[in-house]
């Protein structure tokens, strides 16, 4: 067992030092006549970015897409300050420059790369997944009592803040930063999933196919470490199902086949306002031009939000969503299930968690309010602010560091519920709904708990499941997603996860619990 689990981590050790060296691969030349064709298709007026395009990168050949992708966007840098001063507006290219500069590199590559992107599939993807399984599935064992093993978690260099864990972290991150601020930079990535890509939508792979791929397959193969690991827990191994399913079919294969009939592409999932760019000008007007089929998605994302999600929170609680919907959610159970251990449950983080994702929620609903308005009045600035600004900064701040590069990045040093426990508006949404008008609880039984204190390291919210346990008190926090965790890990079945009435749910007891609370001082205070 031993063997195999050491030839999975080198298999996947080589497969990583293969995917950072395709970066560097591969041959590059913008030809004259593509610069031309792609001037044209794009309509751009600016003489200025033609000029010193064709000075620099036109019909030369490189080595890397690094030099190709920075000399375009600098060019479109260059060409919009210089209109902008003299007051060009016509001549201003509006499309953000490294969005530009990915799409000439990509339709630049030549060579090794794009002549083998099946073979070279096959030897990153493939491997990395055959790899994966072989280090994982000797851990099964069959015969044993049931139950959740910790394994020395905190004396683990990669589950302990640890150098692995910091490796991670900043391989992470800078993947991020890459797939949101260059993507001209990964297009050796993006070739291997070109025939997917055309088998599912017709067309050529984007970054963004390129990480939904990613994602699925990254949730597939941690799935089955989920399914190791909570064998003996129905309620997880059904939980770990459905987040594979609805990411998989609705998030990725759904989305992309719409596109092949000439449909809108939409998550039918993703809710507003995790979903924030639902409402803004460009894709309002995209499903409007798209006939009956885009009043319809229209139609079901506002009655997604006002209707099925707080219908749903107050039957089932947000877990319905956050731990058995959410694609976000599915891979901090996956990916991130590793981590959990690391979310803080001191007082500091659960005030911090409550100003920060309440902040977003308001900034969330600020930004649409006047979005709409402006839609709807047909004006570009409300209250001398610029509705496009306002978009801008919430899809930077919000759409891409907070959920993105710090949402998941940070699984390795603050654990795996970041995004959903400080930064997602759903959540906050739901949390609301959650805390003052829904039947979901969890329910203790304080005699039996020894206080061992598993439920409260593996809380991934930061609930301090423990000191409620102790006291028998019923556990409804907005900020709980209903995960189950703490239940699977309780080696006395103290907790259980139910949908009662709401009657009586908060429990007798009028002390606060959990979170470094001081039980003496409340009861002082009275």
């Not at 260099?157 to 800078?174: E, K, P």
């Not at 994602?215 to 987040?243: G, P």
């Not at 911090?352 to 929620?361: A, K, N, S």
Request: aromatic share 16%; glycine share 8%.
């Amino acid at each position: 067992m031993k063997t195999i689990r050491t030839l999975g981590l080198g298999l996947i050790l080589a497969v990583f030092a293969l995917f950072i060296s395709l970066l560097f691969m591969g041959q590059y030349k913008l030809t004259n006549q593509a610069f031309e064709d792609f001037i044209t298709q794009k309509n751009i007026a600016s003489p200025l970015f033609r000029e010193t395009l064709k000075n620099k990168v036109v019909d030369q050949e490189f080595s890397t897409p690094f030099y190709l992708a920075n000399s375009i966007s600098k060019a479109v840098e260059f060409a919009n300050e210089t209109h902008k001063k003299n007051k060009e507006w016509s001549m201003v290219i509006w499309e953000k420059p490294h969005s530009l500069a990915y799409q000439m590199v990509k339709s630049s590559g030549t060579g090794f790369v794009v002549q083998n992107k099946i073979i070279l599939w096959f030897l990153s993807f493939g491997l990395a997944i055959f790899g994966a399984l072989l280090f994982m599935l000797p851990a099964i064992q069959l015969k044993g009592p049931p139950g959740i093993k910790n394994n020395h978690i905190f004396h683990s260099s990669a589950t302990n803040r640890g150098w692995i864990a910091w490796f991670v972290f900043a391989f992470l991150i800078s993947f991020y930063l890459v797939l949101y601020f260059r993507p001209g930079y990964m297009v050796n990535w993006i070739y291997l999933v070109d025939p997917i890509s055309e088998s599912l939508s017709g067309n050529p792979a984007s970054q963004w196919f390129l990480y939904g791929f990613l994602y699925c397959v990254i949730m597939s193969v941690m799935a089955v470490r989920m399914y190791i690991k909570y064998r003996h827990n129905k309620y997880q191994v059904l939980r770990t199902t459905s987040v594979l399913f609805f990411q998989i079919v609705f998030a990725f294969l759904i989305p992309e086949i719409l596109v092949r009939f000439e449909k809108p592409w939409y998550d039918f999932k993703n809710a507003f306002p995790l979903d924030y760019d639902f409402f803004f000008r460009w894709n309002l007007n995209e499903l409007l031009e798209s006939g009956g089929f885009g009043l319809f998605i229209l139609v079901w994302g506002v009655l997604l939000t006002l209707v099925v999600v707080p219908v749903m929170v107050y039957f089932f609680g947000k877990r319905w969503y956050c731990s058995w919907v959410c694609g976000c959610g599915g891979l901090a159970e996956t990916l991130g299930d590793p981590y959990r251990q690391l979310s803080s449950k001191s007082l500091f983080s659960w005030k911090v968690e409550r100003w920060l994702v309440h902040g977003v929620l308001v900034f969330a609903l600020l930004m649409t309010g006047l979005t709409l308005y402006g839609y709807f009045s047909e004006a570009y600035e409300v209250f001398g602010i610029k509705v496009q600004t306002l978009q801008d900064i919430y899809g930077f701040l919000i759409g891409s560091i907070f959920a993105g590069v710090i949402g998941t990045g940070f699984y390795p040093i603050f654990g795996n519920r970041v995004w959903c426990r400080f930064g997602c508006p759903l959540a906050a949404y739901m949390g609301v709904i959650q805390r003052f008008k829904s039947r979901f609880r969890i329910t203790t039984n304080g005699g039996q708990c020894i206080s061992c204190g598993n439920c409260s390291t593996y809380c991934e919210q930061g609930i301090d499941v423990r000191a409620y346990a102790q006291k028998g008190e019923n556990i409804v926090r907005a900020s709980c997603v209903g995960c189950g965790i703490c239940s699977a890990v309780c080696p006395r079945g103290v907790l259980k996860l139910e949908n009662g009435p709401e009657e009586g749910r908060i429990g007798s007891s009028d002390v606060l619990l959990g979170n470094e609370m001081n039980l003496m001082d409340q009861l002082h205070d009275k």
